[in-house]
T-cell receptor, first 116, second 115 residues
Framework: AQTVTQSQPEMSVQEAETVTLSCTYD???????LFWYKQPPSRQMILVIR??????QNATENRFSVNFQKAAKSFSLKISDSQLGDTAMYFC?????????????FGTGTLLAVQP | DTEVTQTPKHLVMGMTNKKSLKCEQH?????MYWYKQKAKKPPELMFV???????INESVPSRFSPECPNSSLLNLHLHALQPEDSALYLC??????????????FGPGTRLTVT
């Protein structure tokens, strides 16, 4: 069974600084997808970034980038130039292709507070 | 347009009431999902519909009854709920199938309070 672990329940960062959120996972699959989702206090879950396991290049979306270490089963999220609007719960998630429908396996989440 | 809509935004119901939550997507996605989320916790999967057929039921109590009238709509019928069912109910959709992108797009949720 796949598992996703986020070891940092809460984090805090000053505005304009850089912060890294950790995520590790366990799977016996070779082909899979990893995601970071953001859920601000207004509650809508938003996809931040996606990584396919077969791609060695780390995904980047504007100020958000990942450090994907497949052998170590690690998938951390770096937020550069943190903004107040980045304050949110961040969930790491895993999906493995198989069958007609994917299931997302979520980590327990990291609550990030960006301080002015 | 990556939008999933849900109605109502808030719902308060008594334990003897019957109510329904609604979800709609117009992205052409063929898989739709219902999740239950408690505060500061990850979403818990309840049901999955794939090509309008129920493909996953995560042992959800029968007081929750899903329905997928067509590929764009998903309902969750509620009856005789308990106070512990109070939570945020999220709907999501994904492209599904081989070659699909696998990411799910979430709606804003319905905040349900059972009194």
């Amino acid at each position: 069974a796949q598992t996703v672990t986020q070891s940092q329940p809460e984090m805090s960062v000053q505005e304009a600084e850089t912060v890294t959120l950790s995520c590790t996972y366990d799977t016996s699959e070779n082909n899979y997808y990893l995601f970071w989702y953001k859920q601000p206090p207004s509650r809508q879950m938003i996809l931040v970034i996606r990584q396919e396991a077969y791609k060695q290049q780390n995904a980047t979306e504007n100020r958000f980038s990942v450090n994907f270490q497949k052998a170590a089963k690690s998938f951390s999220l770096k937020i550069s130039d943190s903004q107040l609007g980045d304050t949110a719960m961040y969930f790491c998630a895993f999906a493995a292709p198989g069958g007609a429908t994917n299931k997302l396996i979520f980590g327990t989440g990291t609550l990030l507070a960006v301080q002015p | 347009d990556t939008e999933v809509t849900q109605t109502p935004k808030h719902l308060v119901m008594g334990m003897t009431n019957k109510k329904s939550l609604k979800c709609e997507q117009h992205m052409g996605h063929r898989a739709m999902y219902w999740y239950k989320q408690k505060a500061k916790k990850p979403p818990e999967l309840m049901f999955v519909y794939s090509y309008e057929k129920l493909s996953i039921n995560e042992s959800v109590p029968s007081r929750f009854s899903p329905e997928c009238p067509n590929s764009s709509l998903l309902n969750l019928h509620l009856h005789a709920l308990q106070p512990e069912d109070s939570a945020l109910y999220l709907c999501a959709s994904s492209q599904d199938g081989v070659g699909g992108s696998y990411e799910q797009y979430f709606g804003p949720g319905t905040r349900l309070t059972v009194t």
